[in-house]
Nanobody
Framework: QVQLVESGGDLVQPGGSLRLSCAASGFTFRNYAMSWYRQAPGKERELVAVILSTGGNTNYAGAVKGRFTISRDNAKNVVYLQMNSLKPEDTAVYYC???????WGQGTQVTVSS
């Protein structure tokens, strides 16, 4: 049974940092690219960052480039999203996704507010 379980979401002040984690199970994690998406209230879900299976290549949405870093640990079956210099417009539910499949996590809420 495939599971993607996100954690690390919280309420943080503008300029703060958070690290999201996504623990994967039920499939061969090291064979798949992984991605983070987010969905703000009233908006469509959007791609935030992607990391290839080996972790060597990453790609980011323009709005987060230079502030967010995606990484993975294939030994632990975990993908991370380090978020720095957070802005109120980063407020959203963040989802973990196995690229090219229908596997999604349940989401974790990130709220950036003073």
């Amino acid at each position: 049974q495939v599971q993607l379980v996100e954690s690390g979401g919280d309420l943080v002040q503008p300029g703060g940092s958070l690290r999201l984690s996504c623990a994967a199970s039920g499939f061969t994690f090291r064979n798949y690219a992984m991605s983070w998406y987010r969905q703000a209230p009233g908006k469509e879900r959007e791609l935030v960052a992607v990391i290839l299976s080996t972790g060597g290549n990453t790609n980011y949405a323009g709005a987060v480039k230079g502030r967010f870093t995606i990484s993975r640990d294939n030994a632990k079956n975990v993908v991370y999203l380090q978020m720095n210099s957070l802005k109120p417009e980063d407020t959203a539910v963040y989802y973990c996704h196995t690229h090219g499949t229908s596997y999604w996590g349940q989401g974790t809420q990130v709220t950036v507010s003073s």
